[in-house]
């Protein structure tokens, strides 16, 4: 896992590096100061390119999930859960990632990101529960 | 709306459809399915090849171009033509701006076509082809979430959430399409099914199960665009193309409301331009990659309040003796996947009045629509009259 790898391009280069070092940051625009997620050079609402990379609580509420009942992607278990996730700082913008929790999502639930470490080269974000408690510092909840 | 677009309504019309058999191993190239259903369309509208001067498609780089298909038929040198770049959602913008550009005069005589392999060679978000080439690819394929069925499933749960939607209103539409393609003898599958075989089908991604989904499908398509006026002289009775419409969607990155699509905000510029509402459409051929995909068309065209699309469905309002039949031919989901343009070739099928034993009594309007916006923020849709 997982068989589809990030191609991190000239815009998204920073945002990965920073995903790597388990650091959740969206760009700020210079300007006018919205926020913004995915990472590009202009901002929608000004439209000037200035920004700065601003960290931001990976918080966010459960809009909707798939449980995968097939292997759409090779080396994925089966069934697997994919969440989509309405992200609180940054309004309007949804985001992904695997459910990491052993029990199924609710609907609006709120949820917070957590690094998955994929391999020597590759983390990525998941989401769970607000509401887990890790037993050790660090630890992640199971896929679900 | 600007004044000037009253000059487009029914200034051009469909003259010709043609198809090639659909199935699941066509056995030749997309060139060749091309060039078949092409002759096809031309034959069908009384003309000779030599008279064709333009030619359109859409694909995601997996069939034929313009530029291949013309020499092939010794079609010369083209007026005009188009390669559009895009999946489901441009389909109906190819025959829009084939309308355009002969309204303006660039060309007289322009066949549109989609040729696809899709389950023998290049099936879609699947087995045969990479990850799609966006940029916003990134943030999503690394949790496995990459094939249409997936990403159109998600969607399909928000408006679930939402609204109450519930797998027995998916189901209704399965079973009111199978219905429709039992009377039309070129869909793959005519075996009517009932709700309890949609729920036994089997899982793809929750909510969706097997019979939520289109078929993959080989096959082709093509209708033959001329002015109004010349296809008054030719074989067939003319359809004419009263409305074409472009519009927005959502970004699956960002996106107010999920349940919403980008057909909201196209369908009153379609409807401003036919100068007709939603209750002037007598059949409606709606973009069915999967089932969610009519419930939430029934809404953003105006044909039910927003939440109550699957309900509706369940009335039965869309089966051939509804209110609003929808997909007589039984659309992707029964008939083929010829990535809308079976749609388009259907919606003239009613309108002449040649539809046999689906054919909804005095059709005189057809709306016809792309795929609403989802995932690639663009959609476009046609409305057609009978001449
Ligand atoms: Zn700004």
Same mark, same amino acid.
């Given at each position: 896992m997982p068989g589809y790898r990030p191609q991190p391009d000239r815009d998204s280069l920073g945002w990965w590096e920073r995903v790597a070092r388990r650091q959740f940051a969206v760009q700020e625009c210079g300007a006018c100061g919205t926020l913004r997620f995915p990472? &590009?050079? $202009?901002?929608?609402?000004? &439209?000037?390119e200035g920004w700065n990379w601003r960290e931001v609580a990976p918080e966010g509420k459960v809009e909707s999930w798939i449980v995968n009942r097939? *292997? $759409?992607?090779?080396? %994925?278990?089966?069934p697997y859960l994919v969440v989509m996730v309405r992200l609180? /700082? !940054? *309004?309007g913008c949804l985001m992904y990632g695997n459910w990491r929790a052993e029990r199924p999502p609710e609907p609006g639930e709120r949820v917070r990101g957590v690094f998955t470490q !994929?391999?020597?080269?590759l983390t990525v974000l998941d989401w769970m529960p607000e509401s887990f408690i890790p037993a050790r510092p660090a630890e992640n909840p199971a896929a679900g | 709306m600007p004044k000037r677009l009253l000059e487009f309504r029914d200034r051009t019309a469909i003259a010709g459809v043609g198809y090639t058999p659909f199935s699941k191993?066509?056995? !030749?190239s997309t060139l060749t399915l091309a060039c078949r259903a092409v002759l096809a369309a031309v034959e069908d509208a009384g003309l000779? #090849?030599?008279?064709?001067?333009g030619l359109a498609t859409h694909r995601v780089g997996d069939s034929a171009p313009p530029t291949l298909v013309g020499p092939a038929l010794g079609l010369?040198?083209?007026?005009w033509h188009l390669d559009q770049f895009g999946g489901g959602s441009v389909s109906h913008a190819v025959v829009g701006q084939a309308a355009l550009a002969v309204a303006a005069g660039l060309a007289e005589t322009v066949v549109c076509y989609r040729a696809i392999?899709?389950?023998?060679?290049f099936r879609m978000g699947g087995t045969g082809r990479g990850v799609p080439?966006? #940029?916003?690819?990134q943030y999503q394929a *690394?949790? @496995?979430? =990459?094939?249409p069925p997936q990403q159109f499933a998600m969607y399909a749960r928000a408006h679930m959430l939402r609204y109450g939607t519930r797998a027995e209103h998916f189901g209704a539409l399965a079973v009111i399409q199978r219905a429709n393609a039992a009377k039309? /003898?070129?869909?793959l599958m005519r075996t009517p099914i009932t709700l309890d075989d949609y729920l036994a089908s089997r899982w793809i991604a929750e909510p969706f199960r097997l019979l939520d989904c289109c078929l993959e499908t080989d096959g082709a398509c093509a209708v033959v665009v001329t002015t109004a006026e010349r296809a008054r002289s030719l074989r067939r009775p003319p359809v004419l193309v009263s409305a074409a419409a472009w519009g927005g969607g959502t970004s699956h990155l960002s996106c107010?409301?999920?349940? =919403?699509?980008?057909a909201a905000g196209l369908a009153p510029r379609l409807y401003a331009q036919a100068g007709?509402? #939603?209750?002037?459409?007598?059949v409606a051929q709606l973009y069915d990659c999967f089932t969610y995909s009519v419930i939430v068309q029934l809404e953003d065209y105006g044909f039910?309040?927003? @939440?109550?699309g699957g309900p509706y469905v369940a009335s039965g309002a869309?089966? %051939?003796? +509804?209110?609003l039949p929808v997909n007589?031919? +039984?659309? $992707?989901?029964?008939? @083929?996947? =010829?990535?809308?343009v079976n749609h388009i070739a259907e919606a003239v099928s009613q309108l002449r009045g040649e539809?046999?034993?689906?054919q909804v009594p005095g059709a005189e309007v057809a709306l016809s629509t792309a795929q /609403? @916006?989802?995932? %690639? *923020?663009a959609t476009s849709a046609l409305i057609l009259r009978r001449a």
């Open positions: 990472p &590009r050079a $202009f901002c929608a609402a000004c &439209r000037t097939r *292997p $759409f992607v090779p080396g %994925l278990g089966d609180t /700082p !940054v *309004p !994929v391999d020597e080269a | 191993d066509s056995g !030749v000779s #090849p030599g008279e064709v001067d010369g040198d083209l007026s392999n899709a389950r023998s060679e080439v966006s #940029p916003e690819v *690394p949790y @496995g979430y =990459v094939a039309n /003898p070129r869909a107010d409301d999920p349940t =919403v699509t980008g007709l509402g #939603p209750g002037d459409i007598d039910c309040p927003k @939440g109550e869309t089966a %051939l003796d +509804g209110e007589t031919h +039984g659309g $992707f989901l029964s008939e @083929g996947y =010829v990535h809308g539809a046999g034993d689906r /609403p @916006g989802y995932v %690639l *923020p």
